[in-house]
C-alpha cells in the first residue's frame, strides 16, 4: 500500500495555488509579482520587497545535512506547528477520522485535530510515564490517520526507544502515519527517528529550530518525511510559509560556527539539567523529579499552585502542568542560565517568598 492512500482524496488530486516565484524563478526586470519596485526603509539589502522564495534550496540542504536526510525528504515551514497542521489538514477527513496521542504530551497535536473536526484518540502513558505500545496498537481503529509519538515527550521528558517507534510503524503501515515529534531531540543524545525513514514510508518526524537552536522567534521548523508525502504536503501549503529574515538567521544558525554553538549550549543545559534536578530533589515539598532528556524539568511539588503564584508573582516563570493528565501538582521550569535557575530554586524552597 502507498502511504499516500490515507491520504484524504480530494487533497491527492488537488491542483495547488501556482504563485508568480513558483512559476518563474531568477530574471533581472521583475513584474510579474505585483510587488513594490522599492525596497522598505532601512532594509539593509535584504529585497525585503520581493516575495521569499518558497523553499529555498540553501535552507533546504542545511536541514537536510543536519537531521541527516536528503533534500527531498524535507519540508521547511513556520516551525513545527504548521507541519502538524499541514498533516491534520491532508490526512484526516472532518467528522469521520481521527489523530491518536499518547497524554500527558503536547497539546497542538489535538488542537490541530480540533480545529480540522478529527477526533482525538487518547492512550495514557503508565505511571512511570513510557508508552506502551500494545495498549496504543490496540486503541489504532480504522479512522486513525496519525499516531504522534512526542520523544523527548513535553512536558514528561521522556523518550520513547527508537526500537519501539520501529516496531510500531512497521505494525501500523498501511494503516498509519506515525509522526515522531522531536523538538527536543538535541538534548536527548541519542538516535533519531529519521535513521528509520528508508525503511518505512509511513514515518515522518518533526524537528524544530526553535529550541537548541534557540530560533523560537524566527518561526522555522522542519518534516523529514518520504518525498511523495512532502511533494503533496508543498502542494497545500501556502505559496511564501518562510520569511526572508527568519531564512536567513536559520542559514547562519545551522552554518558551521552554529553548530559548534549549539552544540556547546546543549552540553551546558544538560550540565544544568543535572544540577538543577538534583537541587530540586533536596528542596523540602518537592516530591518527584521526573527523569528529563529534555531541556526541562518536571516536578511535584506540594501546594504547586500556591507555589507557583508565589514565583509568578516575583516574576519568575515556571509552566504549571497540573491540568495535564497524571501531572496533578506538577510544575515544569525550563533550564535557563545559572542564575536565573538559582533564582527559581530560592523561591522554591519554603520561606522563598521573603527572598
Ligand atoms: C516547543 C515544541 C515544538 C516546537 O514548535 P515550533 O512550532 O517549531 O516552535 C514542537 N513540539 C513540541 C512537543 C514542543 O514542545
Redesign the pocket.
Known sequence: MNVLDLVRPEIRDFAPYSSARMEAGGGTVLLNANESPWPPPQDGGHDLHRYPDPQPLALLDALAGVYGVRREQVLAG???????DLLTRAFCRAGCDAVLVATP??G?YAVSARVQGARVVEVPLDEAFALDPRALLAAVSPEVKLVYL?S????SGGLVPIEMIDALTRALAGRALVVV????GEFAQSASASTLLQRHANLAV??????AWAL?GA???ALLAAPEVIALLRRIMPPYPLPTPSVRAALRALDADGRALMAKRVAATLAERARVAERLRQTPGVRRVLPSR?NFLAFQIDSAAAVHARLTAQGVLLRDIGRYRGLSGFLRLSVGLPQENDRALELLAPGGAAA
Open positions: 513556520r516551525g513545527s506547528d504548521e507541519a502538524i504530551t503536547f497542538m512526542c523527548p515527550n513535553n512536558p515529534d522531536e523538538a527536543y518533526l524537528r524544530t529550530l526553535s529550541k523560537a518561526r522555522v521548523g529534555a
